[in-house]
């Protein structure tokens, strides 16, 4: 890193948390903090609800899923334009009608209080534990690959996000978003050119496609049915639906995005917008990492991308073996650069040189992950606690070794940028769900608007303290991430199906859905600890059996009172 990367960086980012604050300091009352004032226009709703959900583990992780795999992750969104156009149909308009501040709210009015305080506990668990994930994930690698210290990075990434959330709270994330998503798109379209640039003269992007093809990247569609293949699109259709509908439809992280909107039909384009521009999005950030992909076809790569990875087997007894590797992945990257300049100029002469040549590149690129595989054998006999899976640190290796100075310092900003989005978001609405929720529900004196404004800040910087204290005790638990993603899928699917009977099944009452969210809670625990489904498939099951039960119960348990309670915002 050079001066010039840390004055784009730094500039950035202050400049992100400066602009947010200014915009949008001195909120009146509860519904400019919360619902932003209701100023918000579609298309800062659609970039909001983008920024929400494209944390930094995005843009570090999907070139590298992209780099291994290859196209066929984008399949996981195709349920999402499908989810969209039910939410705007379903969920929206019942938001609005009630001119709720939470997603939960709804529920006491469809249900009663006892539902709606323990559907927003169900989120306030899963989304506090995500929050400091958001800032834990990017800041890890960026420790490992920069040298920082991690626990100084994980403050550094809350303190700013909290400075504007606290101060200008919904609004502040929406105007901020904005700017980080520009942030966003600018370093990665950079990127993308750049690396087209970066290949050899006569390799043009029609070539590096043909490249990437026949080393099995370009396959973006499969229609098996093999439940063990987890992207399909099936899966994508069926699965991603059920599941974008769980996260966009009642996670309050998301639901307070599209509840700032100026009107109905301003939120509706919002999440439209969204749901037309994600899957492209997807698509262009895999194709950044199938770019990089074939950029090193022609430039050399470490044997694991994971700086941590080189330095356990270093001062192990397994430095030599690991060296001898390095060796052999040189010898084929170089036999295989030069098949493939072969190939490009062999290409036109007919279709028997053709495949022959991408039977040969197949067979080179199968030694060379089979080296790979050798690798992080040694490296996991070297230190058991290093994490060998690299993909996280592929992009970030391409910036910075080959990208010029500045635009190091503009990438990693496109990096922190999107933690800071989606931990704002995170914070907001856990903010806004405990002041509303638990704490406004439940005061018995009536206080001022000013008094929940000031409520509402307090909580936002309670959680950003909780947030980063997760952060920094993260690395004392092994696969934090991924339980992180199975804590989500044990709770989303049942708050889906609380959500689906207020909707649909109007003869089901408060007790029964109560019980029923109890005991799906404990089966679906109970599933998980048993590993007899992916935990994937969870959100599926809590869903189909909080519905079932719910409806078996209200044929036993008496209703008392099926008139809506009385309440206020």
């Known amino acids: 890193m050079q001066t010039i990367d840390w004055i784009v960086l730094i500039g950035t980012l202050l400049f992100i948390v400066l602009y947010g604050t200014w915009k ?34 995005t843009f570090l992780s999907t070139p590298g899923q992209a780099f291994h795999s290859g196209m066929g992750f984008v399949q996981f969104y195709f349920g999402l334009p499908i989810a969209m156009v039910i939410i705007c149909l379903v969920f929206i308009p019942l938001y609005h009608k009630l001119k709720v501040y939470t997603a939960y709210e709804y529920l006491e009015s469809r249900f009663d209080l006892k539902t709606r305080t323990l559907t927003a506990i169900l989120f306030l668990i899963q989304r506090g534990l995500g929050a400091g994930i958001t800032i834990f994930a990017p800041a890890i690698i960026l420790s490992a690959v920069l040298g920082w210290d991690l626990t100084t990075l994980n403050i550094i990434i809350g303190i700013l996000v909290i400075i504007y959330t606290v101060s200008g709270g919904t609004k502040a994330v929406s105007v901020t978003q904005k700017q980080q998503m520009a942030v966003i798109f600018t370093g990665m379209f950079i990127a993308f050119g750049l690396i087209i640039s970066y290949l050899p003269d006569d390799i043009t992007f029609s070539k590096a496609l043909d490249i990437a093809g026949a080393s099995g990247k370009m396959e973006v569609l499969d229609f098996s049915f093999d439940l063990n293949n987890r992207y399909t699109v099936w899966t994508g259709i069926l699965g991603g639906t059920f599941l974008m509908l769980s996260y966009f439809g009642t996670d309050q992280s998301q639901v307070q995005r599209y509840l700032s909107g100026k009107s109905i039909k301003e939120s509706q384009l919002g999440l439209l ?80 040189f053709d495949v022959k040549n991408r039977v040969a590149l197949q067979s080179f690129n199968e030694a060379e992950e089979n080296i790979r595989e050798q690798a992080k054998t040694i490296v996991k006999k070297a230190d058991p606690d290093v994490e060998t899976n690299d993909k996280d640190y592929v992009f970030i290796h391409f910036i910075l070794n080959n990208l010029p100075k500045g635009l190091i310092g503009l990438l990693l900003a496109v990096i922190l940028s999107a933690a800071m989005s989606s931990t704002a978001s995170e914070l907001n609405a856990l903010a806004s769900t405990t002041a509303i929720d638990l704490y406004k529900r439940n005061v018995t004196e009536e206080k001022s608007d000013q008094h929940y404004v000031v409520a509402s800040k307090v909580f936002t910087l309670v959680w950003g303290i909780l947030a980063i204290l997760v952060a920094c005790f993260a690395n004392l638990f092994d696969n934090l991430i991924q339980l992180v993603n199975i804590i989500g899928s044990i709770f989303y699917g049942n708050v889906l199906g609380i959500f689906l009977l207020a909707f649909f099944i109007k003869f089901v009452h408060s007790n029964a859905t109560f019980v029923a969210a109890l005991l799906t809670q404990v089966i679906v625990i109970y599933v998980w600890w048993q590993d007899w489904l992916p935990f994937l498939w969870l959100n599926a099951l809590g869903c189909g059996v909080v519905i079932f039960l719910a409806i078996v119960l209200q044929l036993f348990i008496p209703t008392t009172n099926t008139s809506k309670p009385e309440y206020t915002t």
């Open 273 to 352: 917008f969204n749901g037309l521009l994600k899957v492209p999005m997807q698509f262009f950030i895999l194709m950044v990492g199938v770019m990089v992909f074939v950029f090193y076809q022609f430039n050399p790569t470490p044997v694991n991308f994971n700086p941590a990875a080189k330095e356990a087997v270093k001062i192990s007894e397994y430095n030599k073996e690991y060296n001898t590797l390095e060796t052999e992945l040189l010898q084929i990257q170089n036999s295989k650069e030069k098949l493939i300049k072969q190939w490009m100029v062999e290409k036109e002469m007919g279709e028997a």
């Open 24 to 57: 949008t300091q001195g909120s009146k009352n509860v519904q400019e903090y919360i619902r932003g004032g209701n100023e918000a226009k579609w298309w800062t709703i659609g970039l909001s609800v983008m920024a929400t959900q494209a944390s930094a583990i």
